[in-house]
């Protein structure tokens, strides 16, 4: 029997309408996003045939939630930038606003004037309840034409993420699911049912990849638990099965990344690699279109695919997306129409769009060469199927960090010179301790009764929990940030009745 859903998620409900919607429809969530049908291969105008290789772009928009508005309010870090123009790089909020909106004026403009171009929009959970706290309807407006109408649909992807821009090998595992089904909610109801049915890769925050093996299965596990067929991967992040970094072709064609967790079980989700460094000069001078049009066809089993070139970056941060970003996207586009529209070469292509070209021309996931989380070979040089235990990956661990000081089951992200764990017990600590409160009075109650995630009580302890978990707090240093993350801790423990 087909159940009937309604357009989209509510927004709100009145005996919580300070707080945002990231709970309670988890059923009717899976009805809409546990389906294997191609969502853009309808849509789209290209033919694989006519392509040499391609180039996807990302956008990564967030702005934490901060208890920083009256009375400690919780508003978005967006809200207190205007509120204080006079700190830091404040005075840069209307020109970060004008930024998340941009897309919806870039992208028709684009279309209208006989381009065909194409962007993945990666915006964390805060951020869009932040914007709706703003009531930024102009922005929000913006982003609905986009997503929703039929004409522009086709070039614009979203990229579902943690909810609270959590970094996932520092994020207690009960709690992995949980972010991503509370990004799903909020984007459901801000955008609807029918958009979230589309978002089918996610993009990680900080593009952090686990590599402790039962971090990475259960990740793993519950991206495609949540209905995900792709996860965007950095470049370093991952090896091959063999410990080596990946081939120079590898990294322009579809991976499997494959996860072994400390009861010898395995589970695997195609990855698109995100080359290069960091540097929003990247997206934002169009590299990744120049860096395409020096690639062409590579064999992928028996069959001959296009090239792709994937890459990410901070949608507003620096003048370089600022100013010139909007710059060289039309004049690169411009570039491309004048060229024939890209179809006889290099063309602008999404993640989801491209696997759907090269699948439905004869190409399967099982088919895509194989990687895995870095550091893992040197893990299961040691540990075979024989001997796999969750005792024996312990004691391998614990051995390979005293014989090797570079050796680290804290994932990678993208830079290695960061680290959201060293110097941050102040933060883990009381996330862990919270977490842990958080399941101790639900998890045995959700046995019972699945009906308790619409409760206005589970939503509150779930968004403390949550936003604890943003990994703002551990990158800005010690402080204002880490007090920030004090004060929720403290509400939490109250909203759980720990207190």
Same mark, same amino acid.
């Given at each position: 029997m087909t159940t009937t859903l309604p357009t989209q998620v509510p927004a709100l409900d009145v005996e919580r309408s300070h707080l945002p919607n990231i709970c309670g429809w988890e059923a009717e969530l899976r009805s809409v996003t546990q389906h294997n049908d191609p969502?853009?291969?309808?849509?789209? $105008? #290209? &033919?694989? +045939?006519?392509? *040499?290789s391609g180039f996807a772009c990302a956008l990564h928009m967030h702005q934490p939630t901060v208890p920083a508005g009256v009375n400690g309010a919780l508003i978005s870090h967006l809200q207190y930038m205007f509120e204080h123009s006079d700190e830091g790089d404040n005075h840069n909020a209307g020109a970060f606003a004008w930024c998340y909106g941009r897309m919806g004026e870039f992208i028709p403009q684009l279309v209208h004037e006989g381009c065909n171009p194409r962007i993945m929009l990666d915006y964390s959970g805060n951020l869009l309840w932040g914007l709706v706290q703003m009531n930024r309807e102009d922005i929000l407006g913006n982003l609905r034409r986009i997503t929703c109408d039929p004409q522009y649909a086709p070039h614009v992807e979203w990229l579902g993420s943690m909810w609270s821009h959590a970094v996932v090998p520092s994020t207690p595992i009960p709690d992995l699911k949980l972010h991503i089904q509370a990004w799903q909610h909020y984007f459901a109801a801000v955008f609807g049912y029918d958009a979230l049915r589309r978002v089918r890769g996610f993009s990680p925050p900080e593009m952090h990849l686990p590599n402790h093996p039962d971090t990475l299965f259960e990740y793993i596990k519950a991206l495609k638990d949540c209905g995900y067929k792709w996860l965007l991967v950095q470049e370093h992040s991952v090896e091959t099965l063999e410990g080596q970094g990946l081939p120079q072709d590898q990294k322009y064609m579809p $991976?499997?990344?494959? /996860? &072994?967790?400390? #009861?010898?079980?395995?589970? *695997?989700?195609? /990855?698109?690699?995100k080359t290069q460094g960091s540097d929003t000069k990247l997206v934002a001078q169009m590299q990744p279109y120049f860096e395409a049009k020096g690639r062409g066809r590579q064999q992928l089993g028996d069959m001959s695919v296009p090239s792709l070139v994937s890459q990410i970056a901070d949608g507003e941060n620096g003048g370089?997306?600022?100013?010139? %970003? @909007? !710059?060289?996207?039309? &004049?690169? %586009? #411009?570039?491309? !129409?004048e060229q024939g529209g890209g179809r006889q070469g290099t063309v602008p292509m999404n993640?989801? +769009? %491209?696997?759907?070209?090269?699948?439905? $021309?004869?190409?399967? @996931?099982a088919m895509y060469p194989p990687c895995q989380a870095v550091q893992q070979h040197k893990l299961w040089q040691r540990v075979d199927s024989a001997t796999v235990s969750p005792e024996a990956i312990a004691q391998t661990i614990e051995a390979l960090k005293q014989e090797d000081g570079s050796f680290h089951m804290d994932g990678a992200s993208w830079t290695n010179d960061l680290s959201w764990v060293s110097g941050y017990e102040n933060?883990?600590? @009381?996330?862990?301790?919270?977490s842990a409160a958080f399941h101790k009075k639900y998890d045995v109650v959700l046995q019972r009764?699945?009906?308790?995630? &619409?409760? @206005?009580?589970?939503?509150?302890s779930l968004l403390y929990v949550l936003l604890l978990e943003t990994s703002c707090f551990r990158y800005w240093g010690q402080g204002a940030w880490t007090d920030y993350a004090q004060a929720l801790y403290q509400r939490g423990l109250a909203a759980i009745g720990e207190s």
């Open positions: 969502v853009f291969l309808p849509l789209t $105008n #290209h &033919r694989l +045939e006519d392509i *040499s $991976n499997r990344l494959v /996860a &072994r967790n400390s #009861h010898g079980e395995t589970i *695997s989700i195609t /990855a698109l690699i370089v997306m600022m100013n010139e %970003y @909007p !710059r060289d996207l039309v &004049r690169v %586009y #411009h570039e491309i !129409r993640g989801t +769009e %491209y696997l759907e070209l090269i699948e439905a $021309n004869g190409a399967d @996931p933060v883990l600590e @009381p996330m862990n301790q919270l009764d699945s009906a308790t995630t &619409r409760q @206005p009580d589970y939503l509150e």
